[in-house]
């Protein structure tokens, strides 16, 4: 079983910037791939952003260029710093990790203001 613990959520100005952070915990032997995943409100779960456990990075095409995303594998830890933040990026932000399974975090709610 993974436990994973979101924080860095909260409200910003269009044009501000968020860190979110997610430390995975539990027992697994080696994670695998490691994202961010968002959800608005009347809207469908999408990427973010994902990084391999080879550091292969991949990104909407929604946040090239504003969202970067880094993890620290000792400490099994995935961030995802945003920046140049836009009103559409308003919704409630999960951590996913895949080891074997796959697990996802309880979301935390980003909210920009216009």
């Known amino acids: 079983q993974v436990q994973l613990m979101e924080s860095g959520g909260g409200l910003v100005q269009a044009g501000g910037s968020l860190r979110l952070s997610c430390a995975a915990s539990g027992n697994f032997f080696i994670i695998n791939a490691m994202g961010w995943y968002r959800q608005a409100p009347g809207k469908q779960r999408e990427l973010v952003a994902v990084?391999?456990?080879?550091?292969?990075?991949s990104y909407a095409d929604s946040v090239k260029g504003r969202f970067t995303i880094s993890r620290d594998n000792a400490k099994n830890m995935v961030y995802l710093q945003m920046n140049s933040l836009k009103p559409e990026d308003t919704a409630v932000y999960y951590c996913?990790?895949?080891?074997?399974?796959?697990?996802w975090g309880q979301g935390t709610q980003v909210t920009v203001s216009s």
């Open positions: 996913k990790v895949v080891t074997v399974n796959d697990y």
């Open positions: 990084i391999t456990k080879r550091g292969s990075i």
